[in-house]
């Protein structure tokens, strides 16, 4: 006797495939992975929902800085060019072509844009610093002493208690 396959489990898996994604059987170490990817993508985007709009931008690298001057003349000389990736590709080429004599200035450029931003971040960081240690003064007035002047602006106390007894 020959023993096969059983027609019954491969008609299963059929209907399992035609079914949608979310409904399909998932095994337990693959739920597990989905629960750990979805738990990374929830602490990743936590992480990068708390970006500062006044906080300064970091200054641009050498290469960027002679892109900004390359933009220009490359539109200059091929107008019909509209894909910024053309763009790129052409100035990655450039830039690569030139000699470190000829990168020096942007080299330049780049570190004075350094130095300003730095000076820029220590008066960023000490506006901060200045900012937290206000909302720490606040913080440290206890709860109590806070419900304390509540009760005696709403011209509650003690009073109301004795009401109750009655």
Known sequence: MKITKSKVSTRKDKKEVSLPVEERKVGKR???LKADKSRLKWTKKAKLGKKDPDKPKRPPSAFFVFLEEFRKTYKAEHPNVKAVSAVGKAG???WKSLTNAEKAPYEAKAAQRKLDYEKVMKAYNKK?????DDEDEESDKSNSVVNDEDDEETGEGEEDDDEDDD
């Open 128 to 132: 901060q610093e200045s900012v937290v």
């Open 92 to 94: 990655g080429e450039k």
């Open 30 to 32: 693959k739920a597990a």
